[in-house]
């Protein structure tokens, strides 16, 4: 991507300029996670249908700002964990969300500027801002790829284009996969892309949970009304299922864990599951 920035969108109700960057697929009539969790996170890139929606999950669960806040901060850890003490040069996330403060890429070339980034995301306003925000260090490379989480041979074609998968990955799939209702569906698509990475890769992944010993209970009737009133709908799972994801590849400390609590372990749970894989 071009490391000069083209200008950040002030407001995303400028629909011309967005109709301008080839974004006039969105949609402002239908709450979208990408825009609802901007919200929660603080975020001025969102409509008033997102707020709306936004608003009544926090009545349903208080709690889902601090979700997205640990999960944010997760990121943040988790990159430069690989970056600095593993060594990776080479991150592929797939499901980008909106641009926000400390993205991966800023994360990873902070420690490493010559860190190579490719962003995946579908939505049209991701997009948007990718163009504007998603900017690289002189030394690194940073790319966007707009593309479904689903069409992992398209992904790897495009991201060949970035990397070198004769080196190692980390693969970052960060509240992506709850949006891949079918668990089997959901596996395939990680094993594809594990499959395509060498030995000394990384799967680094997030997923909401439903399991109580960390929240999640309150989850299921705040994931019920999303899936009546937003859009893509959300699937709740367990540890259970989530370590089904890794099958074949070594956790890292401390395995499938609150993702507020992985490598910072004196933090309150919150019911977002994270973890960080190694392809032996």
């Not at 083209?6 to 967005?18: K, S, Y």
């Not at 969790?37 to 709690?63: H, I, S, T």
Request: hydrophobic residues 40%; glycine residues 8%; charged residues 25%.
């Amino acid at each position: 991507m071009n490391t000069e920035n083209a200008g950040n969108l002030e407001n995303l109700e400028d629909a011309a300029v967005a109709k301008a960057q080839g974004t006039d697929r969105i949609r402002t009539d239908v709450a979208h996670n990408a825009r609802v969790w901007n919200y929660w996170l603080g975020g001025k890139d969102n409509y008033p249908v997102d707020r709306a929606v936004a608003e009544q999950v926090v009545e349903m669960f208080p709690g889902i700002g601090e979700v997205a806040r640990a999960d944010r901060a997760f990121l943040g850890r988790a990159v430069a964990h690989l970056v600095e003490d593993k060594g990776i040069r080479q991150l592929l996330d797939i499901g980008t969300g909106l641009p926000t403060g400390a993205n991966t890429h800023e994360v990873a070339q902070r420690i490493a500027p010559d860190a190579r980034i490719v962003y995946v995301d579908n939505d049209p306003i991701v997009l948007t801002h990718a163009s504007a925000l998603l900017t690289s260090s002189p030394e690194g490379t940073t790319t966007y790829i707009d593309a479904d989480a689903r069409d992992t041979e398209r992904i790897l074609r495009a991201a060949a284009e970035t990397l070198d998968f004769e080196r190692p990955v980390a693969v970052m799939l960060l509240g992506i996969l709850n949006f891949i209702p079918d668990t089997a569906e959901a596996r395939s698509i990680v094993r594809t892309l594990m499959d395509a990475v060498p030995s000394g890769s990384y799967l680094v992944l997030t997923h909401p949970t439903l399991d109580a010993d960390v929240g999640g209970a309150d989850n299921q009737p705040a994931m019920d009304f999303w899936n009546a009133n937003a859009t893509p709908p959300i699937t709740g799972r367990t540890r259970a299922e989530l370590l089904s994801f890794t099958e074949g590849l070594e956790l890292l400390p401390p395995g499938i864990e609150s993702c507020a609590r992985w490598r910072f372990p004196e933090a309150p749970p919150v019911p977002q599951l994270g973890a960080v894989a190694r392809k032996p």
